[in-house]
């Protein structure tokens, strides 16, 4: 497997893919962490998003082999 997925007829870098799904997902998960109340206990909103960010990003390359996507 060459690491690229096609979509459409345009093959895409899976990592880009993997990109784009936790980009997605970091949004949802901010905005309920906003609506919960999270943000009012952490100093560093931005921080606590950009780590949000690497965690879901780390989850999905990690779960991608059992969806069949090889990073």
């Known amino acids: 497997m060459n690491g690229e997925v096609s979509i459409l007829g345009v ?6 893919l993997i990109a784009v799904i936790a980009s997605v997902l970091t949004m949802l998960l901010m905005r309920v962490a906003d609506f919960v ?6 100093a560093y909103r931005a921080l ?3 780590c ?5 990003f780390g989850a999905l390359s990690f779960l991608a082999t059992y969806f069949g996507l090889h990073p």
Do not use: A, E, H
Not at 11 to 16: D, G, I, N, Q, S
Not at 37 to 42: A, L, N, Q, T
Not at 52 to 56: E, W
């Open 11 to 16: 093959f895409m870098p899976t990592l880009l």
């Open 37 to 42: 109340g999270f943000y009012r206990i952490v």
């Open 48 to 50: 606590v998003d950009l």
């Open 52 to 56: 949000l960010y690497v965690m879901v």
